[in-house]
């Protein structure tokens, strides 16, 4: 153990505590408010399930339109250290994090035993406030993809005015007006820290052909560019803080540390929410619409334990069928990325010593400086693969300035639930300065399922991905290997002495390099990276307005609506569907519903 290992120890060590004692007071504060103040209204307009990426979203323009809204959240407030881009990783399997597991597979992520860890936003501002903030919107034409399907309304031209929405653009960029907006309440940057190493990787790819511009603009179709992220003077602002938290107190109701166990049917009608808190359960109800915006694993689970569903699934896990919907929990899709790692010289990536730099507390103060890296990932690429035959790119690359050795093993080796067999091929690295190369396959074609563990609510889901089941998709990777060995030998990797490498323990017998060796490779190291989509997908699950077909006054908002994946980080995409969301709900605005709720409280008043 160096030097370096104990300060590591003195930085690192606490922050989990931190995270931990912040969120356990404010749980316990929650509960002594709940014990001494009356309880809020049982009726509101709209009820909003999920105060995440969508959600808050949908309930800030709701509340912003006049509408008294609920807005549900089983987590709490976000702490302070969960606003500093740089701690980013320490956010995942904290309190923060509802920790799901996926199911043992046969074909990915056997480096971790199989299991693919799923963190999931369990606070306000949801996944928003653990990702790495990245602003990517896909290509045109998976949106156009959408709407050749017979999704009306969701093409690209369509959605492209839901980005330029939400959207504060704040740095200089070629066509900004065209395909950015300004003024909006999320801010976009690219300006934020980006470690030395960004430069070269863009170089480059520049050298492979590629321009380096807007990904979200005119290289949609490939090209690299510096990361865009979702933070404001180096502080990530997530979605409640910038689309609801000024409506509370106002026409917005938040209840957090609330678990919502099931919709509440009346005729085939969403009325309420039955919901768990503080060891009681009660039911809200909402005089126009229910809108479930849980995410991808949450939204599917609340349909199925509110007996919407497979008929015959819910009967095998003791829940009654109230409407057959065989399609909820299917269709699952998922980014997968390869760590490719890569040695290079010193002073050119992510330091993990930065916080305790006096210099950088200072930069922090005026917005800037290494905390506002976003966690150490400063480049991201569009690319095509040797077997694309599609015109969108088939590889998304994260270009990273650290590795797993980077933090010598203290939190993203955790994170990943890697095996203690793999940790010595890292430990090797960690006295020099390392990155990783992240190709990611942007539109996997295998599919997995969301089903219900038990009817119990608290429990968590299957979480069955499917990864690598689909042979098209290991092709790709295998040819994304090559693509990525050839931009470690471009002159802009060689001056900066870019070194792949060697061999690793699980794939090392099949001869390093080989065809064998790199699939064993990938079956070993490729994971998720965070974007699972689709369980609850339009034209199946939803009609194109979102509204669970069969059933009135329930919708559903958030990644799980998209019946394809997009070939991008989803939590730009995932604020669009909020915000188109928000618009159809008002378009649908009933009046009549409306008025009975004034006439009742006024024959209240009479009384």
């Known amino acids: 153990m160096n030097i370096s290992w104990w300060l590591l120890l003195l930085t690192a060590g606490p922050v989990p505590f931190i995270l931990s004692l912040c969120y356990f007071w404010s749980w316990i504060t929650s509960y002594l408010t709940y014990l001494v103040t009356s309880p809020p209204p049982t009726t509101y307009d709209y009820i909003v399930a999920g105060a995440g990426s969508a959600g808050c979203v949908v309930a800030g323009r709701l509340a912003e339109a006049g509408h008294h809204v609920l807005l549900i959240e089983a987590g709490g407030p976000s702490p302070s250290l969960a606003h500093i881009p740089g701690l980013v990783g320490f956010l995942q399997n904290s309190p923060l994090d509802w920790a799901y597991r996926t199911e043992v597979q046969e074909h990915a992520s056997l480096?971790?035993?199989?299991?693919?860890?799923?963190?999931?936003?369990?606070?306000?501002?949801?996944?928003?406030?653990?990702?790495?903030?990245?602003?990517?919107?896909?290509?045109?034409?998976?949106?156009?993809?959408?709407?050749?399907?017979?999704?009306?309304?969701?093409?690209?031209?369509?959605?492209?005015?839901?980005?330029?929405?939400?959207?504060?653009?704040?740095?200089?960029?070629?066509?900004?007006?065209?395909?950015?907006?300004?003024?909006?309440?999320?801010?976009?940057?690219?300006?934020?820290?980006?470690?030395?190493?960004?430069?070269?990787?863009?170089?480059?790819?520049?050298?492979?052909?590629?321009?380096?511009?807007?990904?979200?603009?005119?290289?949609?179709?490939?090209?690299?560019?510096?990361?865009?992220?979702?933070?404001?003077?180096?502080?990530?602002?997530?979605?409640?803080?910038?689309?609801?938290?000024?409506?509370?107190?106002?026409?917005?109701?938040?209840?957090?540390?609330?678990?919502?166990?099931?919709?509440?049917?009346?005729?085939?009608?969403?009325?309420?929410?039955?919901?768990?808190?503080?060891?009681?359960?009660?039911?809200?109800?909402?005089?126009?619409?229910?809108?479930?915006?849980?995410?991808?694993?949450?939204?599917?689970?609340?349909?199925?334990?509110?007996?919407?569903?497979?008929?015959?699934?819910?009967?095998?896990?003791?829940?009654?069928?109230?409407?057959?919907?065989?399609?909820?929990?299917?269709?699952?899709?998922?980014?997968?990325?390869?760590?490719?790692?890569?040695?290079?010289?010193?002073?050119?990536?992510?330091?993990?010593?930065?916080?305790?730099?006096?210099?950088?507390?200072?930069?922090?103060?005026?917005?800037?400086?290494?905390?506002?890296?976003?966690?150490?990932?400063?480049?991201?690429?569009?690319?095509?693969?040797?077997?694309?035959?599609?015109?969108?790119?088939?590889?998304?690359?994260?270009?990273?300035?650290?590795?797993?050795?980077?933090?010598?093993?203290?939190?993203?080796?955790?994170?990943?639930?890697?095996?203690?067999?793999?940790?010595?091929?890292?430990?090797?690295?960690?006295?020099?300065?390392?990155?990783?190369?992240?190709?990611?396959?942007?539109?996997?074609?295998?599919?997995?399922?969301?089903?219900?563990?038990?009817?119990?609510?608290?429990?968590?889901?299957?979480?069955?991905?499917?990864?690598?089941?689909?042979?098209?998709d290991m092709d790709t990777l295998l040819s994304a290997v090559n693509l990525t060995l050839r931009l470690i030998e471009t002159d802009a990797m060689k001056a900066v002495g870019a070194q792949l490498w060697g061999s690793d323990p699980f794939c090392d017998h099949l001869g390093f390099k080989s065809a064998a060796y790199w699939e064993c490779y990938i079956k070993h190291f490729v994971t998720t990276v965070y974007h699972p989509v689709g369980t609850c997908a339009m034209g199946t699950v939803l009609d194109t307005r979102l509204r669970v077909t069969g059933l009135a006054g329930l919708r559903v908002a958030d990644g799980s609506v998209m019946p394809r994946i997009v070939g991008g980080n989803t939590n730009a995409p995932i604020i669009m569907i909020g915000e188109k969301a928000a618009d159809m709900i008002l378009e649908d605005f009933d009046p009549a519903k409306a008025r009975e709720a004034v006439n009742g409280m006024n024959s209240k008043d009479e009384l």
Not at 183 to 190: F, M, P
Not at 390 to 416: C, E, M
Request: proline share 6%; aromatic share 10%; glycine share 12%.
């Open 111 to 472: 480096g971790a035993g199989g299991v693919s860890s799923w963190p999931r936003g369990k606070v306000l501002g949801g996944s928003s406030m653990l990702n790495y903030m990245f602003y990517v919107r896909g290509n045109r034409r998976d949106y156009d993809e959408w709407r050749d399907m017979g999704l009306e309304g969701w093409g690209y031209e369509d959605v492209l005015p839901y980005f330029k929405k939400s959207e504060n653009f704040e740095s200089d960029i070629e066509n900004k007006d065209i395909y950015h907006g300004v003024g909006g309440e999320l801010t976009v940057t690219k300006d934020n820290w980006k470690e030395p190493i960004t430069d070269v990787y863009l170089k480059a790819g520049e050298e492979l052909g590629y321009k380096v511009g807007d990904i979200n603009g005119e290289l949609q179709d490939g090209g690299f560019t510096p990361s865009h992220v979702t933070m404001t003077k180096g502080y990530r602002t997530g979605t409640f803080k910038a689309f609801a938290e000024k409506f509370v107190g106002n026409n917005l109701e938040v209840l957090t540390y609330s678990h919502v166990n099931k919709v509440v049917l009346e005729d085939k009608r969403a009325v309420g929410v039955e919901l768990s808190k503080f060891g009681n359960t009660n039911i809200y109800r909402a005089r126009q619409e229910i809108i479930l915006c849980a995410g991808a694993v949450g939204s599917p689970q609340i349909l199925m334990l509110s007996g919407i569903g497979d008929k015959d699934h819910l009967r095998e896990v003791g829940v009654e069928p109230v409407h057959h919907l065989p399609e909820v929990g299917q269709n699952l899709q998922d980014h997968l990325i390869l760590p490719i790692n890569i040695d290079f010289q010193d002073g050119l990536g992510f330091d993990p010593l930065a916080a305790i730099y006096p210099s950088t507390l200072q930069e922090y103060l005026t917005g800037g400086g290494p905390l506002t890296s976003s966690g150490g990932c400063g480049g991201l690429a569009h690319v095509h693969t040797e077997v694309n035959t599609d015109p969108r790119p088939d590889i998304q690359y994260h270009l990273a300035g650290f590795s797993l050795a980077t933090d010598q093993g203290f939190v993203l080796f955790k994170n990943l639930g890697m095996l203690p067999e793999a940790w010595p091929w890292y430990a090797g690295h960690i006295d020099k300065t390392s990155g990783m190369l992240l190709p990611t396959l942007s539109r996997p074609a295998s599919r997995g399922f969301i089903k219900l563990r038990s009817n119990n609510p608290a429990d968590h889901p299957i979480i069955q991905p499917n990864y690598l089941t689909v042979q098209k």
